[in-house]
């Protein structure tokens, strides 16, 4: 078993369909016979994309209210992605190690903090694959010795 840690910037991808790698991204969160999670900031920065998309007119009101709702079945504890709770202080901690070494955005540090520490307790020993469409979010990961994968 692969322990698949999607970042929000692969989640936004999957949800919106106007969105390069839209298929892949779907595929990969939510077609998946291997557990899928993600950090506890990734529904908040779902809603901020969506917000985004609906302001900018690539999604109609309605359309972003479904979503959201998908988005809160998909992400709230019976769906198919398991959201991580944290220890804010201690992820805080290890995002700040990270951003040290690699060239990082605070956000994406702490999306990886969490699947070094909390993903990593989960997977007791499995592997894990890093799900990102970030590039330096993807090499940090692979460097920690992650799977990765980039859409």
């Known amino acids: ?5 999607v970042d929000t910037s692969l989640l ?28 506890e900031l990734a529904p908040l920065e779902l809603e901020a994309a969506l917000g985004r998309a609906e302001r900018a007119g690539r999604l109609s009101a309605a359309a972003a209210d479904s979503l959201r709702a998908q988005a809160i079945r998909d ?6 992605v398991l959201v991580l709770r944290t ?4 992820l805080v ?19 990886l903090a969490c699947a070094d520490t909390d993903a990593r307790r ?10 990102t469409a970030d590039e330096d979010q993807r090499r940090a990961a692979a460097a920690l010795g992650l799977a990765t994968d980039l859409i």
């Open 75 to 80: 992400l709230g504890g019976l769906g198919p």
């Open 122 to 131: 989960l997977a007791a020993g499995d592997p894990i694959a890093f799900l």
């Open 87 to 90: 220890q804010m202080g201690a």
């Open 12 to 39: 936004v991808r999957a949800y919106l369909i106007d969105e390069l790698g839209h298929d892949r991204a779907h595929e990969l969160v939510f077609a998946s016979t291997d557990p899928v999670v993600a950090s």
């Open 93 to 111: 901690t290890r995002a700040r190690e990270l951003l040290r070494s690699h060239p990082l955005r605070s956000l994406d540090a702490l999306h």
């Open 1 to 5: 078993m692969t322990v698949r840690f």
